[in-house]
Every structure is written in structure tokens, then in C-alpha cells.
């Protein structure tokens, strides 16, 4: 903890940013080491002015409030990964502006850097829904961590899906690694934190404040090898994610809509922009196989379930009903008929 305490100083030091802040341990090892640095190492260091090498200097900070942010780490069980700890994610820290460190709840692995971000609207259509749920099995049962925002609609039916599947999940969180946003997502959080983790750079009791979700954003889209907007209107936040993937060199996907839904004109164009448009996770594997180098699991499984194989564990009956739905809405009194099966017999298998 009492490397951690430089860790956080040196984040409070006034003018130093993200960037700088990185270029700063790169060049002087560790926040302690800057701290003890001589005015002329610091000067000789780009981005750093004689403002801000009077403030490293003359800084004396909060200790009391840093302190108190290092007890409450210590007593919620929470875990600091900094940018020269080896548990630091590889696909985070090789862009730009990588937070100098992460509040982490839960457990961040060596494989989640096969990752793939699925984000979009909060009010999701049943349409999006499917195509998320679907999207986000596939790439689970394939061993690719999925990771979003954990809002409402399409993100958390992302983590959903992986969890689910029995896959792993990161949650990028817009406010303090000790608040649950949106609330009503507390049993889904605890679900994350035991199948992957929730991530925060914001210091403990940060409230969710819409000034924080576009500095999230760059997280979840650096946390990946490529981002998935499911669904977006034109004045939608995951279009941010969509343009931080792009400006961090990583690939980006989007699912196409009705060209007549407020829900799809984000996607829509997207796609003209020049995202890879997809129906289906093997699109995003296609894309993405030069870095995958290899390392899916389950490979089989997963195309003995894009083959249509796993209709061969249903009965006559469940058959029958999986061959006339799709991802279109569908009366279930069309469903009896297509199938030719009683009420009973159609509801019992739906529900």
C-alpha cells in the first residue's frame, strides 16, 4: 500500500494528465521515483513546464484523504493494478492515454486479452437483445472475454450472454469501484465480479456523472481487440466507444438495422463509415483470426452449434417449434399453426 500511496499522489499533482503521467514513469520507473526526482531530470522530460515541476516538488497532497481512499481499498477487498504491474492489460496499456492504474473488483486473467466489446443502446429493441445474446454466446464459447458498460439494455445483456455461456466478463465502470450504476444492477455485478471483473479509474465514491462515461468509454474499447455496436442512435454514447476503437487502432463492427429505426441510424452509419458490418460472431473470428494467433477453445462446440447441431439434443416437438421462430417477432398463435402442435404443447416449450 505504500507504493500505491505514490501511485495515487501523483495522480492529484495538478497539470499532470494521463499521458504525461505515463510518460513520466517511462521515463523515471515509478511515481516515487518522480517525486524524488531533481528539477532538471523532470525538466528534461516533454510536457513538463516549470508550473508543474513546482508542483511535483512543492506537493504535499491530502494525505488524509489518500490515506482513507487506501483503507477503504484494503477493507472492500479491492485490487490496484498499475502500468508497470504485470496483471495490467496488454491491449490497455499499448494506447494513448492508459489510466495509470485500475480499481479492480473481481479478477482480471492473462486470457482476457482476447476480448471483444459489445455496447450499445440503453433502449435496446428485441431485435438488439437477440442479436446481442447470440453475438456475445458465440464469442464466449469460443473463450473470448466480453467486456461493456454495464448499463442498461444492450451492454447488460452483453455480460448476460458471456455469463450465461459460461464465460468471463469485464465490466468498465463510469463512477467509483464502490458504487453499483445503474442500482439495479447489483446482482448482475455480483455476477461479473465472479466470472470476470469490474474495472474503475475513478477513485472511490465518484458518482456516475455523465462527464465520466466518455473517459470510460476509451477503457472499454482499449481493454479489446475490436468493439461491436449492436445498437445506436445518432446521439448515442457507444458511438463514442466506436470512435475511441478507432483512434486506438482496433477494430470495429457493427450490426445493421432497419433503415426506418431511431435505434439503428447510429449503426447504419456507421457502417457507411466503413465498420465491418456483421450478422454473426464467425464474421468477427474472420476479422480477427491474425490475432488470435490461434487461441480459441472450444472450436468444435462452436461449430457444431453455427452447423445447426445442436437441434439434435431436441424431441420431434421442441424441433418443430425451433424451425419456424427466428430473430423476427412471432404471434404464438402463428407458431401453432407453422408447427402444427397444440397450445399446450407450444407453451410449455416457449416457456
Known amino acids: 500500500m505504500g507504493d500505491i500511496y505514490y501511485w495515487i499522489a501523483l495522480n492529484s499533482v ?60 484494503k477493507s472492500a477487498g479491492i485490487t490496484i493494478i498499475t502500468l508497470k504491474d504485470d496483471g495490467y492489460p496488454q491491449n490497455l ?22 476480448s471483444v466489446a459489445i455496447v450499445g443502446s440503453r433502449s435496446a429493441t428485441n431485435y438488439g437483445r437477440q ?21 442498461r439494455g444492450i451492454d447488460s445483456f452483453a455480460h448476460l450472454s458471456a455469463l450465461d455461456a459460461g464465460g468471463r466478463t469485464i465490466a468498465v465502470q463510469g463512477c467509483g469501484i464502490d458504487i453499483v ?57 457507444s458511438l463514442i466507444t466506436a470512435n475511441c476503437a478507432l483512434e486506438q487502432g482496433r477494430d470495429l463492427f457493427a450490426i445493421p438495422g432497419n433503415i426506418t429505426s431511431r435505434q439503428s441510424s447510429g449503426t447504419n452509419s456507421l457502417i457507411k463509415r466503413g465498420a465491418r458490418l456483421i450478422g454473426a460472431a464467425d464474421d468477427i473470428i474472420e476479422e480477427l483470426i491474425p490475432q488470435l494467433k490461434g ?29 419456424v421462430i427466428s430473430l423476427e417477432p412471432k404471434h404464438i398463435d402463428k407458431v401453432m399453426m407453422d408447427s402444427k402442435l397444440p397450445t399446450n404443447k407450444v407453451s410449455s416449450i416457449l416457456w
Not at 516515487?32 to 504535499?60: H, M, T, Y
Not at 479478477?107 to 482476447?114: A, F, G, H, I, Q
Open 93 to 114: 496499456k499499448a494506447i494513448y492515454d492508459p489510466p495509470p492504474y485500475l480499481y479492480v473488483n473481481g479478477v482480471l486473467k492473462n486470457e482476457d486479452r482476447l
Open 295 to 323: 487461441e480459441l477453445k472450444n472450436i468444435k462446440e462452436f461449430k457444431s452449434l453455427k452447423e445447426g447441431k445442436v437441434v439434435s439434443n431436441l424431441s420431434d416437438e421442441e424441433r418443430a417449434v425451433f424451425n
Open 14 to 73: 495538478p497539470g499532470i494528465g494521463r499521458v504525461l503521467y505515463k510518460r513520466l514513469i517511462e521515463h523515471l520507473g515509478s511515481p516515487e521515483a518522480v517525486f524524488s526526482a531533481a528539477p532538471s531530470e523532470l525538466n528534461n522530460i516533454d510536457g513538463i513546464n516549470e508550473k508543474i515541476v513546482r508542483e511535483i516538488r512543492d506537493f504535499k497532497g491530502d494525505k488524509e484523504k489518500i490515506g482513507d481512499e487506501l483503507s477503504r481499498i
Open 131 to 151: 442479436m446481442t445474446e447470440a453475438i456475445g454466446r458465440e464469442l464466449s464459447l469460443l473463450g473470448i472475454t466480453i467486456v461493456s458498460g454495464m448499463a
Open 181 to 237: 450504476y445503474p442500482p439495479e444492477s447489483k446482482r448482475l455485478a455480483e455476477r461479473i465480479k465472479g466470472s470476470g471483473a469490474l474495472v474503475s479509474e475513478f477513485p472511490f465514491g465518484t458518482p456516475p456523472e455523465a462527464v465520466n462515461f466518455p473517459q470510460r468509454n476509451r477503457i472499454i474499447s482499449g481493454l479489446c481487440l475490436g468493439t461491436v455496436v449492436v445498437e445506436a442512435a445518432d446521439d448515442s454514447g
